[in-house]
């Protein structure tokens, strides 16, 4: 089925379709491939382009606490809808997918799946394909050193920046399915400090809820008061909710500390203004 795509630059686009089909020939030499697929942008890229090359692909995807329920459930529906095998690896371990600023304790994402894969007779000798840019890839180097055997890094190895991987997210439309925001929760915290399965959870269940009340676009962020006990959930909106937020006020403040919250805020910066939150991530 042909990709449906939108003009965004005429000059680059020409230019970037002439390297987004190398990389497609460069995929087609591969029978089956393993996508690492969180139904960010970068996974859903890759996966778009695995199907244009006729790739026979297979999911890989982690639900642990620091993964939305509602990131789970678009890869669930993308998946469905275009019949792609996905393996659902549920764990209550906590994998985290930003690294910046996290203890070296931190698990290596890439070795978690590759083990898993591994452990599987039927899989082991397919490559597993790693969606980071070339900003990604540093980074992980950085941290956890050379990437594992058998994994592949097309986009870069190709120089793409997570600008050009934005690029041609939205040049093939992909925001129905995917989300270029980033997906671990652990963003959503001031301090590595706080970080635990349960605050994991309650975070996700507070954006759960708020989405329940009309509010998709909700971003919850966890904080501890100076008394190390107060908890302050701090919520961003887009501009089209923020009224409704407002009009409903007690529903909302309800709802929030039904989920163990004592103080709730509203952020008066839009959802995509700034970082998700300064000192993790």
């Known amino acids: 089925m042909p990709n449906k795509v ?26 089956q491939l393993l996508v690492s697929f969180s139904g960010r942008m970068e996974s859903c890229y890759a996966m778009d382009l695995c199907r244009a090359a006729g790739v026979q692909v297979r999911a890989f995807t982690i639900d642990n606490p620091t993964r939305s329920r509602r990131d789970v459930a678009r890869t669930r529906k993308y998946c469905q809808h275009y019949r792609v095998d996905q393996v659902l690896i549920k764990s ?30 039927g899989l ?8 980071a840019s070339v900003e990604d890839r540093d980074i992980y180097r950085e941290r956890f050193g050379e990437p594992p ?25 992909l925001a129905v399915w995917g989300s270029n925001e ?13 970080i635990d399965s349960d605050n994991l ?46 009009d409903r006020q007690s529903e909302v403040l309800a709802a929030l500390q039904s989920c163990g919250f004592d103080l709730v805020t509203l952020d008066l910066h839009r959802v995509n203004d700034c970082s998700e939150v300064g000192g993790v991530g």
Do not use: K
């Open 149 to 173: 055997p058998n994994t592949l890094w097309p986009f870069a190895d190709a120089g793409m920046t997570t600008r050009d991987l934005r690029y041609g997210f939205h040049h093939r439309q």
């Open 182 to 194: 980033t997906g671990c929760l652990s963003l959503r915290f001031s301090s590595e400090r706080d």
């Open 201 to 246: 959870r309650r975070v996700d269940m507070a954006e759960q809820m708020l989405a329940d009340l009309g509010l998709p676009s909700a971003r919850v962020f966890f904080h501890y008061l100076s008394d190390g006990e107060t908890t302050l959930c701090r919520v961003r909106l887009n501009d089209s909710e923020r009224a409704m937020a407002f």
């Open 92 to 121: 209550d371990e906590m994998v985290f997918f930003n690294h910046d600023g996290l203890n070296a304790q931190t698990p290596d994402p890439v070795r978690w799946i590759v083990r898993f894969r591994d452990a599987h007779p």
């Open 124 to 131: 082991a000798s397919i490559p597993l394909l790693v969606a």
């Open 6 to 31: 939108v003009t965004l630059h005429a000059d680059r686009d020409r230019a970037f379709m002439q390297r987004e089909q190398q990389l497609v020939d460069a995929l087609g030499q591969y029978p």
